[in-house]
């Protein structure tokens, strides 16, 4: 099968180097002067500095292009999802969709499949989630993610076709519990970057991470998610990564909240948005989300760190 990536930043063009190792890859990026420099160039200095990209990864900025892949994978922001396949719903009909966002849209509280299968009713969605970072794929180190599509003869075609020789791909057909796996976490890595950030200790962070997961559980329950799912790649081990980590840009902003430092408001961090969604969520389903919540607020600029302590060391007592 042929493959492009739309969308040039840091994870999708890491994704980009990592599939040219079995063939031929396309990198769409939407700034035409950005898919000149890094077609000459042979490196996205932006987002990648100093990782070459392979020889057979053509740039280009021109949509139609990219549109003569089998698969598709969409690397782009997840509150950005639904404008950029809209625009080009005709183009992507009957294209085999791979989303390689994590969140939940802020208007609609759906994850990316259901964006996709919203957006091009006949595309085949699937998702690409778990544990990673940008500069370890692009660097060739080992990776494991999570491939989800619930047609599962379709999941086995894409898992052969994007594993590489450093990308390991597990699949599953629970594509719910894939995706608030991925989605939730983003949450949590904000509320640990913020207790680490406030020299709260990692005591406080073990205890966000632990019952952030327990949260995370719930939520994925009601909306119908395998409680298997949640404990694997694309949720704990993409949990315990985020929460523990400078290069998580959902932890770093946290850690600025902690710290009461700007943050680089041109960095895309997908907790915000998705914590959000889920306290909204939450309150409608009369669902205890209690550390979802407080990092909305939190985030948002409704509560301190001190006012986030409070609220949740103030809460009543009650079993694990």
Avoid at 78 to 104: F, N, P, W, Y
Avoid at 224 to 232: C, E, N, Y
């Amino acid at each position: 099968m042929s493959v492009s990536v739309l969308g040039s930043g840091a994870f999708g063009s890491a994704l980009a180097i990592s599939l040219a190792g079995q063939g031929p890859v396309t990198l769409w990026a939407r700034d035409a002067e950005q898919a000149r420099q890094m077609q000459q160039t042979r490196e996205n200095s932006g987002r990648l500095p100093g990782v070459t990209l392979p020889a057979n990864i053509s740039v280009t900025a021109e949509f139609e292009h990219a549109m003569q892949a089998e698969v598709i994978l969409l690397a782009v922001p997840m509150q950005k999802l639904r404008d950029a396949l809209s625009v080009h719903t005709e183009r992507l009909s009957g294209k085999m969709l791979v989303a390689c966002c994590k969140g939940i849209e802020m208007t609609s509280g759906v994850g990316p499949i259901a964006v996709i299968t919203q957006t091009v009713p006949d595309a085949h969605p699937a998702l690409l989630t778990g544990p990673s970072f940008a500069d370890d794929i692009a660097r060739g180190l080992p990776t494991a993610l999570t491939l989800a599509c619930a047609d599962a003869t379709l999941g086995e075609d894409l898992q052969q076709e994007l594993t590489t020789a450093n990308l390991r791909l597990y699949r599953t057909t629970d594509t719910v519990g894939a995706e608030l796996g991925g989605a939730l976490k983003n949450v949590m890595a904000i509320g640990c970057g913020a207790a680490i950030g406030a020299g709260l200790g990692d005591s406080a962070r073990a205890a966000l991470i632990t019952r952030g997961f327990a949260e995370m559980q719930r939520f994925a329950a009601l909306r119908g998610a395998q409680p298997d799912t949640l404990m694997g790649l694309s949720g704990l081990g993409d949990l315990v990564l985020t929460c523990t980590s400078e290069l998580s840009r959902n932890y770093r902003f946290g850690l600025s909240l902690g710290l009461n430092k700007p943050f680089d408001s041109a960095t895309t961090v997908e907790g915000v948005a998705t914590a959000q969604a889920v306290s909204k969520i939450a309150a409608t389903e009369g669902l205890d989300m209690p550390i979802s919540t407080t990092v909305a607020k939190l985030s948002s600029g409704a509560y301190s760190v001190t006012d986030a302590i409070q609220a949740l060391l103030g809460r009543p007592l009650k079993e694990e």
